[in-house]
Structure formats: structure tokens, C-alpha cells
């Protein structure tokens, strides 16, 4: 049986279009702006198409897993709760992406990044020839959705996990005759081969492992955020090609634009163990980076002078406030889609231009939360408390909680788990811009 489903694309491009610039300037601040100069007349572009009849295997259906609080590492109640033992959360891709948006998601927008991470890691492990130039169908609830948001979801997605190089910046969202709503993401035409994909992933993670291992005698993450900015600001040139949405370009073609930069940071610095976001303004991208518990802006694309053997630090370690002090501030104003899950970096290294600054040193500390849980009706209900204002809270419900480290959930309100052995595992950790992270704790009887 074949369904007709309608759908719209929607192409999101960072970084697409550069000016030239042929003017002589001579002072610091106008040298800045030669370099700077290149992402002038960027942003998104958009464009709709009917889609035609695809075939109904190519769907992959999610069920409802209702409130987070009913969904369990182990548990078979859900489609989450079965794919979390599945050994794609135990690939050896997983350490190049970053949990930071997974953590903040409930419900229906949890369940379809699983199943997008799912076709994902399926097409970077295996050879597979893509007959459809695109991941397959992913049903969303189009009731808590509209088409427009689930497709922001699943860019949100491929931000992340920038070890999937070969998907296009390119989302599909329509419905069937019945009702039902879908999105999908685009593959590139060369990576439909699987031959061709296994091949790419090959040279992209032997490099970026090579540039990891490089930074192996290094003492501190701050010494390796430095070392990966300045190996691609000095390996990398600012050109626009038919990859620069993806970490491919940077990685394995040597040219790139914003997009390409930042993506490349972010599997550097996420495969060395450290926590970093690729984040996207109407014309820019660049990275937050997590040092000693605290969140950096980091612009590894303004630091390319396109001078060899020079580094521009304007905008490395810098605190939001001094973002949007500088010059292009509007470059670093996050796209509306951000809502709800962007980093606030409070702190500042007080890099300058030719400069490099130093992170400050944190000494004060979040409380350690409480998490009481106690029996009820229907299980037993877990309530997490801080005393730090403004604190907000990480837990797990089996493993380590953290920010962006490991996947588990931001608290939001109490919630209720079906037995006492489920309740006993509970875990949390509180953290706030400009403190240290508080211990963990354990969950114990009210």
C-alpha cells in the first residue's frame, strides 16, 4: 500500500552567500572587519515542493510515550524506553555530539529526535544504499507541532550531532491522506551511496581523531579549546561550497563558510571530552564551549584572519554581554528557534585581538540538590528542590546526570515513577552561569 503525502521543504542555510571586499584598510579595528567582511548578505532560504507518492515502509511511526515521568531507561512501556538499551546510544559516533537540546525535551519532540538519531546512526555505521535521497519519514504530532516547528526540531538535531556529515540542511514536513504528519532530513547526493558514506566517515573521524590525539599532552580543556580553534582557523579558508552546511567541508575539503567552522569545533571538542553547541543566528554560527562548569562564546570563524601564523582572539572564551559589545553583534543573536534552550555564558577570559584571555577561576559553589520521592497512587513521586536561586536542575533516572555530558532530563516539575527500584535511582545535579556545579545527589524517602 502507497500513501500520498504532501510536503514542504525547508532549506536552512548559514553562511550561504559572501561579498567581496577589495578595500586597503590599515588599522586593527578595520583588518578585523576585512576578515570579517565576508559573511555580509547572509542567511536562510526557503522553498516549497510537492513531494509525490512515497512508499509507506519508508515512514517510521512513533508511538506516544505521554509525559517524560512515564518514560524508563529499561522500561518497554514507550518507543523511547525501547531504544534507549539499543546499542546506537553506545555507538562510537555518540561522543562527537552533545546532549545539551536532547536534555531539554519532553514528549513527542524527545521521541522524534530518537528516531531521527536512530535512521542516523544506522547510515554512518552501515553501507546501506539510500534509494530516497533523504533519512526516512518520521512521524511528529501535528497537534503539538506545526510543520514549521518540527522541522526547527530537527535542524536542532543535526546541529548537535555534527558527526552526521552527510545530511543537507534540507527538512521535509507534510501529512497523508489520514491526517498523520511527518518530517524528514535530506541526505547529499554523494553520501545516498553507502559505499561513498563509509568512505567519508572514514577520512572525516581519522582526521578529527588525529587533531583529538594532538592535543593528548595538553594539561587543561582550556589549553585544548585553544589548540582546536587555532588548527582549523589556520587549516581552514572561508569559501562556500556544496558542503559547507556540514562538518564535511571543513574537515575533509580544507573550505567552508561559519557553518562548516563551528561544526568542526564542535567534534573536537565534544570527542575530547568537552562540551560544546554549534549555534546559529539568521546569518552566523559559531560555538559554546563548557570550561570549569561555565559556558563560553567561542568564534572560530572570526578568529581566521587569513593571515598565516595569526589568530584573532576578539571572540574567544567571551560572556554574552561582551558579544554584544563587539562589533557584528548582531551576528551572535540566536536564531528565534533557540527559545527555550540557549546558553547563557556569563563570564569572560578578556581575550582582545591579538590576545588571548584567561577563564576566570570559580571557587563559589551550587547547593546540592534534594530529591525526596514518596508513595503515591500510582508509583511513587520524585520532587527535586535547590536552594540556590536559580539554580536549574539535571536528573537521571539510571547513569550520571550532567548538562550535556550524558543524556537525562531538566527538571521541570515533580513527576512519578512506577516502583520503588525506579524511584531509589533517581540522580540530579544543580548548576547556575557563574558558579561551580553542585555534587550529585541521590534519591531518598520524604
Given at each position: 500500500?502507497?500513501r ?8 536552512l542555510s ?18 578585523y572587519?576585512?576578515?570579517a567582511a ?5 542567511g536562510?532560504r526557503?522553498e ?5 507518492i512515497?512508499d ?21 512501556s514507550g518507543v ?5 538499551g539499543?546499542k546506537?546510544?553506545d ?15 519532553t514528549?513527542?519532540k524527545?521521541?522524534v ?10 547510515l ?6 539510500l ?13 503539538k507541532m506545526?510543520?514549521?516547528e518540527?522541522?526547527y526540531?530537527?535542524y536542532?538535531f ?10 543537507k540542511?534540507e527538512?521535509y ?16 547526493d554523494?553520501f545516498r551511496n553507502?559505499?561513498?558514506r563509509?568512505?567519508?566517515?572514514a ?22 579549546v ?7 582557523a ?7 561550497n556544496s ?7 571543513a574537515?575533509?575539503?580544507g ?10 569545533m564542535?567534534?573536537l571538542?565534544?570527542?575530547a ?6 549555534v546559529?543566528?539568521p546569518?552566523?554560527?559559531?560555538n559554546?564551549?563548557r570550561l570549569?562548569?561555565?559556558?563560553y562564546n ?16 576578539d ?8 558579544y554584544?559589545s563587539l ?6 543573536e540566536?536564531?528565534?528557534?533557540w527559545?527555550g534552550?540557549i ?5 569572560d577570559?578578556?581575550?582582545s ?13 551550587v547547593k ?17 528542590t535547590c536552594?540556590?536561586?536559580g ?8 547513569g550520571?546526570?550532567s ?5 537525562c532530563?531538566r527538571?521541570?516539575k ?11 535511582k ?9 558558579m ?11
Open positions: 500500500m502507497k500520498m503525502i504532501r510536503l514542504t521543504s525547508m532549506i548559514v553562511c550561504l552567500c559572501t561579498t567581496a571586499f577589495g578595500v586597503v584598510l590599515v588599522s586593527d579595528k578595520d583588518i572587519a576585512q576578515a565576508r559573511h555580509m548578505e547572509s536562510l526557503f516549497a515542493r510537492d513531494a509525490g512515497i509507506e515502509s519508508d515512514i517510521v511511526s512513533t508511538s506516544s510515550v505521554g509525559d517524560e515521568s512515564d518514560v524508563e531507561s529499561g522500561d518497554e523511547i524506553s525501547r531504544r534507549r539499543s546506537r546510544y555507538s562510537a559516533y555518540d561522543k562527537y555530539s552533545t546532549n545539551y537540546v536532547y536534555n531539554q525535551l514528549g513527542n524527545r521521541e529526535w530518537d528516531e531521527l538519531d536512530e535512521l542516523c546512526a544506522d554512518i555505521s552501515g553501507g546501506n544504499d534509494a530516497e535521497g533523504n533519512v526516512g519519514y518520521v512521524e511528529y504530532d501535528g497537534s506545526t510543520g514549521t518540527a522541522c526540531l530537527v536542532l543535526q546541529l548537535t550531532n555534527p558527526q552526521y556529515f552527510f545530511l540542511s527538512m514536513y507534510g501529512s497523508d491522506s489520514l491526517g498523520k504528519t511527518y518530517v524528514t532530513i535530506l541526505v547529499y554523494d553507502g559505499s561513498a563509509l568512505s567519508a566517515a577520512d572525516v573521524f581519522g582526521t578529527v581523531d588525529a587533531v583529538i590525539s594532538e592535543s593528548s599532552s595538553l594539561s587543561t580543556d582550556e589549553e585544548k585553544d589548540y582546536f580553534s587555532t588548527a582549523i589556520s587549516s581552514v579558508v572561508y569559501a562556500a558542503y559547507d552546511q556540514s562538518a564535511y567541508s574537515v575533509c575539503l573550505q567552508t563558510v561559519c557553518a562548516g567552522y563551528s561544526l568542526y564542535s567534534l571538542c565534544n570527542g571530552g568537552i562540551d560544546c553547541v554549534c546559529t543566528s546569518e552566523h554560527a559559531w559554546k564551549v570549569n562548569d561555565n559556558w567561542v568564534d572560530v570563524t572570526f578568529a581566521d584572519s587569513e593571515t598565516p601564523g595569526q589568530v584573532f582572539y571572540y574567544y572564551l567571551r560572556s554574552d554581554a561582551k554584544s562589533s557584528y553583534a548582531s551576528y551572535h540566536a536564531d528565534g528557534f527559545k534552550y546558553i547563557k555564558c556569563k563570564l577570559s578578556g581575550s585581538m591579538y590576545t588571548k584571555g584567561t577563564i576566570p577561576d570559580v571557587t563559589s559553589k546540592k540538590p534534594v530529591v525526596k520521592y514518596k508513595k503515591v497512587s500510582d508509583g511513587y513521586k520524585v520532587t527535586i536552594k540556590t536561586k539554580a536549574i536542575i539535571y536528573y537521571s533516572k539510571s550520571k546526570p548538562v550535556a555530558s550524558t543524556r532530563y527538571y521541570k515533580s513527576f512519578t515513577v512506577k516502583t520503588l527500584a525506579k524511584a531509589k533517581i540522580k540530579a545535579i544543580a548548576v547556575k552561569p557563574g561551580k556545579d553542585s555534587k550529585v545527589s541521590k534519591a531518598k524517602k520524604s
